[in-house]
Each structure stands twice: as C-alpha cells, then as structure tokens.
C-alpha cells in the first residue's frame, strides 16, 4: 500500500471517527435544543479543524517523503551511469588488448612463414 494511500485513509478514518464521536457524545448529553445545537456546530467547526490540521500534515510528510524518493532515484540514476560507464570502459580496454594480441600473433605468423620460405629455397 502506498504512503498516498495510508494518508488518504487516515484522514477518511480520522473525519468519519470525529464526526461519529462527535455526534454520538452530542446526542446522548442531557441538554436543550439549542443547547445541543450550539454544541453540535462547536464540534463540526471542531471537526473541521482537525481535518484542515491532518491534511495539512499528511501533505508535509507526503513532499519530504516525495523529495527523499526523488534524491535517492537520483543517486541511483549516478551510481548506475557510473557503473555503465566502468563496465564499457572495461570492454574497450579488453577489446583492444585482444586486437593488439591478435596484431601480434599475425605478426608473428608473417614472420614464421617468411622463415618457411626461406628455408625452403635454400
């Protein structure tokens, strides 16, 4: 589950909890209409409140969240280019050592067949 995910579902959670407890204290409390009123739009500003405060909060820690992502994919995407780059450097190098080598040994090929000939007209 996503880090998105959980925030989205704490603050679900935290707004259907406070607005059911909220309520449920309200009506079971031995007051007057108006008094009751008064204590249930006191709550819902409450409530309100809270929500504006957890979103916030959620959204804070979603950036530092999303930024630490972001700095680590980019070391990543270094280290790899790097790694990439030593790996194809080490090629090259083989590849050239084995060109040399096989420069050599045809030289060397030369060399023993000229002797052949030599030889082999005397």
């Given at each position: 589950?996503?880090?998105?995910?959980?925030?989205?579902?704490?603050?679900?959670?935290?707004?259907?909890?406070?607005?059911?407890g909220a309520a449920t204290a309200l009506l079971?409390?031995?007051?007057?209409?108006?008094?009751?009123?008064?204590?249930?739009?006191?709550?819902?500003?409450?409530?309100?409140e809270k929500t504006v405060q957890i979103a916030s909060t959620v959204s804070q820690k979603t950036q530092e969240v999303a930024k630490t992502v972001s700095t680590h994919a980019t070391d990543l995407v270094g280290k790899a280019k790097e790694t990439a780059s030593n790996v194809v450097e080490?090629?090259?190098?083989?590849?050239?050592?084995?060109?040399?080598?096989?420069?050599?040994?045809?030289?060397e090929v030369s060399e023993a067949a000229e002797d052949l000939v030599i030889v082999g007209n005397r």
């Open positions: 589950m996503s880090n998105q995910q959980k925030g989205k579902d704490l603050l679900i959670g935290a707004i259907v909890g406070g607005v059911l079971f409390a031995p007051k007057s209409g108006r008094e009751l009123r008064s204590d249930i739009a006191g709550q819902a500003q409450a409530v309100s080490s090629v090259r190098s083989w590849k050239e050592s084995r060109q040399e080598e096989q420069v050599e040994a045809a030289e």
